[in-house]
């Protein structure tokens, strides 16, 4: 437990030690994604500041028996690595709606979620391309 606290106490440090770096005012992307099936999302991320962004992302989920879709917002933190590297953590929530139906039965309904993101992104600086590899439990 203690080295959950002091894990947390440097976190904080450094996000207040953050350095300044480039963040798009305005930003279109796609997250692809599976389960059971093809899923994505269509992203939109706006910056609020030199190291925050906010991120809308309207998903979808196809497979054989569970259709689905989502909206979710997340607020960003930014952390410049290196260059063009940055790292970001994110907190955010959202709704969404499914249907289910499978043998002759079928059920739908509809969500709320808490959602929260870690990831890894390379801004190329010769194009207007963002590359990223996150994680949203």
Request: no cysteine.
């Given at each position: 437990?203690?080295?959950?606290?002091?894990?947390?106490?440097?976190?904080?440090?450094?996000?207040?030690?953050?350095q300044s770096q480039d963040i798009s005012k305005n930003a279109l992307g796609l997250r692809i994604g599976d389960n059971d099936g093809f899923g994505g999302e269509i992203s939109y991320q706006r910056g609020l500041g030199d190291n925050n962004r906010l991120e809308l992302d309207l998903g979808w989920r196809n497979s054989n028996h569970v259709d689905a879709f989502k909206l979710v917002g997340l607020y960003q933190w930014v952390w410049n690595i290196d260059g063009g590297f940055n790292w970001y953590a994110g907190a955010g929530a959202g709704v969404g709606s499914w249907s289910y139906d499978k043998n002759g039965f079928s059920d739908s309904g509809a969500f709320v979620l808490v959602a929260g993101d870690l990831g890894i992104e390379y801004n190329f600086s010769e194009a207007p391309i963002q590359l990223s590899l996150d994680l949203r439990p």
């Open positions: 437990m203690k080295k959950l606290i002091l894990s947390a106490f440097m976190l904080l440090g450094l996000a207040f030690s953050a």
